[in-house]
């Protein structure tokens, strides 16, 4: 049956394509109507895509009657009522890094314009068509001292930007390993004092109880005279009327501003200083980060309506929001490893064992539930969530264990799924290469190196000569495009092929495959 979804704010073409062309989903496209109309809408959607211009209040979910899943086309989520939303079973997801180039380089511009008041310049020869360089004396980025308040994905980025430009790095992050700033050259802190005696602050954090005025009057007073201060992340981390007095006084230099504690911000006195550059929210309006942004909902509304994973959901019941951002990854993985698991094994799963090497395994109840569901969304037919996966599997007979490994491996972390049935067992593998990229590394003892995603075929077979050419030919007589080929052996003479094909694969397919005099086993995977 498909499952209709409603995209009611306007993306990019590319990502409504890839919601058309999925055979499983009813697309709803509602963005041009009135938002009464979008309401009398809603009604049948389990998943709705939105952005900033439509607010998932009490009225959108109160018509949303059997809505499972929003996901925010961007990286803010102030236009979402997530604990209603969670009262009612609905997960909330975002994308968080489709447009992190794009919110890097605005920041850089800023950064730039900041120590050669660019703006003005150009105003003073375009507008009035004065010559007058004397007047535009400007300081340069090379050796000063860059503090960066958040260092995840844009934070991290700008500063490796910065540094190319000769600058000196203070990091403050007390979510993040230290590591991840001093493997860099650079200086990590958990003193804010030490980000407070910058010659340039820039922030990139999320905007929360923490975060809200993080620089007030009292922190500018310890700052250097002369400071100059960055933000392209969200509205209210600077407190605005600290920052005009302190931009009237001279105290800050200069500020880059591109967003504001209330938007459109036309009638602010920060815009009447002569000594401020101000963007409105530009930091994602980039034509590649709007179709990174339609292409990652549309994947992502497809994997959470197949149970393939979650990706950024925010109101998970385990804790997610607690953990780093590795270990969220990992947790990932597993899902999807054990989703693919529970296809490839024959028969009904009546267990689910999962094992982890390194810090990961720190985080094992977490891997036990997304294990659960991943298996339970390929094995039984109602809805599983990350609530009652753990029940339902009980409730069904299926085994659920985890166990932290020791020993030696040549990974730092490393992650196992077993998933077994009465008359089949498959176990996988993986990583997080670099800490970000998902890669199974090992099927049933075969080593791989391949990404966890797309259509896949597992043939396993006697390891003789000339398997490889039989299995191509027979794939291009029936026109499927092979996308990638990963061959694994083992020490008793079989072999593993990983096909990832970018077509449909039919049961005569995959018969005339397993009647191959080579072939041992035969599966087919989809993520």
């Not at 009035?128 to 995840?152: A, H, P, S």
């Amino acid at each position: 049956m498909k499952k209709k979804v409603i995209v009611c704010d306007h993306i990019h073409q590319r990502g409504i394509d890839i919601l058309s062309e999925a055979k499983d989903v009813d697309l709803d496209i509602a963005y041009d109507v009135p938002k009464e109309e979008l309401y009398g809408r809603l009604g049948e959607a389990e998943l709705a895509i939105t952005r900033s211009s439509t607010p998932v209040d009490e009225k959108f979910l109160t018509a949303a009657a059997k809505m499972r899943y929003i996901i925010r086309a961007g990286v803010g989520v102030d236009n979402v009522d997530i604990e209603g939303c969670s009262k009612r079973g609905i997960v909330v997801m975002n994308v968080p890094t489709a447009n992190t180039i794009a919110a890097v380089e605005m920041t850089m511009c800023h950064l730039i314009c900041s120590v050669r008041s660019f703006v003005y310049a150009h105003n003073e020869l375009k507008e009035k068509r004065i010559w007058k360089r004397e007047n535009w004396y400007g300081t340069e980025l090379y050796g000063k001292t860059l503090g960066v308040i958040g260092f995840g994905n844009i934070g991290s980025r700008v500063a490796v930007r910065a540094a190319a430009f000769g600058m000196r790095i203070v990091a403050f992050d007390p979510y993040i390993q230290p590591s991840k700033v001093t493997s860099l050259g650079m200086v990590y802190t958990q003193n804010f004092d030490d980000i407070l005696a910058c010659d340039i602050i820039t922030i990139h954090t999320p905007k929360n109880k923490e975060t809200t005025n993080i620089i007030s009057e009292k922190e500018i007073a310890k700052m250097k005279d002369g400071v100059i201060l960055i933000n392209v992340a969200r509205g209210s981390l600077y407190n605005e009327e600290a920052l005009c007095n302190a931009l009237k006084s001279g105290k800050v230099r200069f500020a880059g501003l591109d967003v504001f504690s209330k938007e459109p911000a036309t009638s602010l006195a920060l815009l009447d200083l002569p000594n401020i550059s101000v963007t409105p929210h530009l930091g994602a309006n980039t034509l590649e980060s709007q179709v990174n942004i339609a292409v990652e909902s549309a994947e992502n509304a497809l994997d959470v309506l197949r149970g393939i994973a979650f990706p950024n959901a925010l109101n998970l019941p385990i804790k997610e929001g607690s953990m780093p951002k590795w270990a969220s990854g990992y947790c990932e993985l597993t899902q999807r490893m054990s989703f693919l698991a529970s296809q490839i094994a024959r028969g009904t799963a009546c267990s689910i064992s999962v094992s982890a090497y390194g810090e990961v395994a720190e985080y094992m109840e977490s891997l036990e539930v997304f294990a659960a569901v991943g298996v339970l969304n390929n094995a039984v037919a109602e809805s599983i969530n990350y609530v009652n996966a753990t029940f339902v599997a009980k409730e069904r007979g299926i085994a659920i264990s985890s166990q932290k490994e020791d020993g030696d491996i040549p990974y730092k972390n490393l992650v196992t799924v077993r998933v077994s049935t009465n008359s089949d067992s498959v176990y996988i593998s993986g990583i997080l290469f670099g800490n970000e990229s998902p890669r199974i590394v090992d099927v049933n003892g075969f080593d791989m190196d391949v990404v966890p995603k797309g259509r896949m075929i597992f043939f396993k077979n006697n390891d003789v000569p000339g398997v490889i050419g039989k299995v191509g030919t027979l794939l291009g007589s029936h026109r499927i495009n092979i996308a990638d080929f990963r061959l694994g052996r083992d020490k008793t003479g079989k072999a593993m092929a990983l096909v990832i094909v970018d077509n449909e694969v039919s049961k005569a397919v995959l018969d005339a495959l397993a009647a191959l005099p080579e072939a041992i086993r035969v599966s087919f995977a989809e993520l």
